[in-house]
């Protein structure tokens, strides 16, 4: 599959902002959420709190509302995680990024991992749902049997990172291992940051074009996360890009979707 450019016009047509500071305030919601109506990103991920307080910044607007469950460390029992699931949806969330147990993971308990995620899969109902692996801390044999669980449960993505482990964000090796592993049935998002950094002259892709990317983020807690579109999805929805940086006392992303290739990153 040859790669599509990632035009700045594209990417900020597809793009979404996410704050998930534990700090927040009303008042640096309400900036953050009028900043990306004004960028005309697609979606914002906020904290499952902060929902509601969303609504009215986004009145009339087209933004789409994503939320995290078990965030950030993915120890809740798997009914906690489907409460917090089914609250988002009744709140107005359109995508559920959920973390997956890893101590499951790394004990190899298998069916407990797809029994917590069909948890959340039930009810998060037919919003798109995104496991988070947080492979960083995780052998290969684990990032495999997590995709395979992810897969098996009806998830629409598997995600790198959350961004708020020691471990660290994104590999291109994670990404590409995944990407192996899910064969382009489900979506891929690399996030929390690449180690070493994606750049266009070592992803096969072509640099974006346009001057409204913001710059490399300097922040050890920032950093590029890509999702990538499945070829062959159970669920036809997917996004692409994310690029963090930070802004005062809180985490931004950026991300957006285009028509990537699995083995392929952008910077």
Same mark, same amino acid.
């Given at each position: 599959?040859?790669?599509?450019?990632? %035009?700045t016009e594209l990417f900020l047509a597809n793009a979404d902002h996410t704050l998930l500071a534990p700090s927040t305030t009303p008042a640096e919601?309400?900036?953050?959420l009028l900043a990306a109506r004004e960028l005309g990103v697609a979606r914002v991920c906020i904290s499952p709190t902060l929902i509601e307080e969303?609504?009215?910044?986004?009145?009339?607007?087209?933004?789409?509302?994503?939320?995290?469950?078990?965030?950030?460390?993915?120890?809740?029992?798997?009914?906690?995680?489907?409460?917090? *699931?089914?609250?988002?949806? &009744? +709140?107005?969330?359109?995508?559920? !990024?959920?973390?997956?147990?890893?101590? @499951?993971?790394?004990?190899? !308990?298998?069916?407990?991992?797809?029994?917590?995620?069909?948890?959340? /899969?039930? *009810?998060?109902?037919?919003?798109? @749902?995104?496991?988070?692996?947080? %492979?960083?801390?995780? =052998? +290969?044999?684990?990032?495999?049997?997590?995709?395979?669980?992810?897969?098996?449960?009806? *998830?629409?993505?598997?995600?790198?990172?959350?961004?708020?482990?020691?471990?660290?964000?994104? &590999?291109?090796?994670?990404?590409?291992?995944?990407? +192996?592993?899910?064969?382009?049935? @489900?979506?891929?998002?690399? #996030?929390?940051?690449?180690?070493?950094?994606? /750049? =266009?002259?070592?992803?096969? @892709?072509?640099?974006?074009?346009?001057?409204?990317?913001?710059?490399?983020?300097? #922040? &050890?807690?920032?950093? %590029?996360?890509?999702?990538?579109?499945?070829?062959?999805?159970?669920? !036809?929805?997917?996004?692409?890009? +994310?690029?963090? %940086?930070?802004?005062?006392?809180?985490?931004? =992303?950026?991300?957006?979707?285009?028509?990537?290739?699995?083995?392929?990153?952008?910077?």
């Open positions: 599959m040859s790669p599509t450019a990632l %035009t919601l309400e900036t953050f969303a609504a009215g910044p986004l009145r009339s607007s087209p933004v789409q509302v994503v939320t995290v469950v078990g965030f950030p460390s993915g120890v809740h029992a798997a009914e906690v995680k489907a409460a917090e *699931a089914a609250q988002a949806v &009744s +709140d107005g969330a359109a995508e559920i !990024d959920m973390v997956v147990n890893r101590g @499951l993971v790394r004990a190899g !308990d298998w069916s407990g991992v797809e029994a917590e995620i069909s948890a959340v /899969r039930e *009810a998060a109902t037919d919003r798109v @749902l995104k496991v988070i692996l947080e %492979t960083a801390a995780l =052998s +290969d044999a684990e990032i495999i049997g997590a995709c395979r669980a992810a897969e098996a449960a009806g *998830a629409d993505f598997v995600k790198t990172s959350t961004g708020f482990d020691p471990a660290g964000g994104a &590999s291109v090796h994670a990404v590409r291992l995944m990407a +192996d592993t899910v064969g382009g049935r @489900l979506g891929i998002k690399a #996030s929390g940051g690449f180690a070493p950094p994606l /750049r =266009s002259e070592n992803s096969g @892709l072509p640099a974006p074009r346009g001057s409204a990317f913001p710059a490399r983020p300097r #922040s &050890s807690r920032s950093g %590029t996360t890509l999702r990538v579109r499945p070829r062959t999805p159970a669920r !036809d929805r997917a996004r692409d890009r +994310d690029r963090a %940086t930070d802004v005062g006392p809180c985490k931004v =992303s950026i991300c957006a979707r285009s028509q990537l290739s699995p083995a392929t990153a952008l910077d």
